[in-house]
């Protein structure tokens, strides 16, 4: 779950005022309540922020924005012809950047890293809780958060290819030279904390952003 403004008071130069004093109070208390109810979640609390999807020069760049729901796969064609795809798994989606005439082929499957921490394409709600699923994470969960950064490029599949960790690293380069895009989670519902269990989404709104070389 996001990470909230810490209520305690912080350094300054001078005492706090009480109208900052009571919305820190407010914060906390936010928090608190979504955790226990498992209400949605805006991500503008969270440390992540949503960068602006813009084209560059020499460079192309298009943007979605999406909702799904538990269980749920999502599609989306830009005008382009890039497939954005959400595949559902037991606590959230897996990301996947298709393209027109290739729908079964994961453009993005050289996305870093792919051992040890979970991949930025890995979409399950339990990186947002604690370790023992009775909190948000507040750093002890090592996971992506809000933010996921992916590569992609339609040469993935004909002349590059994931061969686990021996992957060279000038074909995740060439990836990364040809197509970058994030996807921003802008609200979120999660299973309800039960001490043990793994957090689910329930419900997830986002952002995407795809850019590729023009022409």
Request: aromatic fraction near 8%; glycine fraction near 8%.
């Amino acid at each position: 779950m996001p990470r909230f403004a810490d209520p305690r008071p912080m350094s300054t130069k001078g005492p706090l005022s009480p109208s900052r004093c009571a919305r820190q109070a407010l914060v906390a208390i936010v928090a608190v309540t979504a955790v226990a109810v498992g209400t949605a979640v805006p991500s503008a609390a969270a440390s992540d922020t949503r960068p602006r999807c813009e084209a560059e020069p020499g460079r192309r760049a298009e943007s979605i924005r999406g909702d799904v729901t538990r269980g749920r796969a999502f599609n989306h064609m830009t005008a382009a012809g890039w497939i954005v795809r959400l595949m559902p798994g037991p606590e959230g989606w897996f990301l996947q950047i298709t393209t027109r005439g290739r729908e079964d082929d994961d453009l993005s499957r050289l996305t870093p890293p792919w051992h040890f921490v979970p991949n930025a394409r890995e979409i399950e709600g339990w990186h947002f809780r604690n370790a023992d699923n009775t909190g948000p994470n507040e750093g002890s969960v090592n996971a992506p958060q809000e933010l996921r950064d992916f590569i992609f490029s339609p040469a993935v599949g004909r002349d590059l290819e994931y061969n686990g960790s021996a992957t060279r690293p000038d074909d995740v380069e060439k990836v990364r030279s040809f197509g970058r895009g994030w996807l921003f989670i802008d609200s979120y519902r999660l299973t309800p904390p039960r001490k043990g269990e793994r957090a689910a989404f329930e419900r997830l709104e986002f952002s995407a952003c795809l850019t590729w070389p023009a022409g």
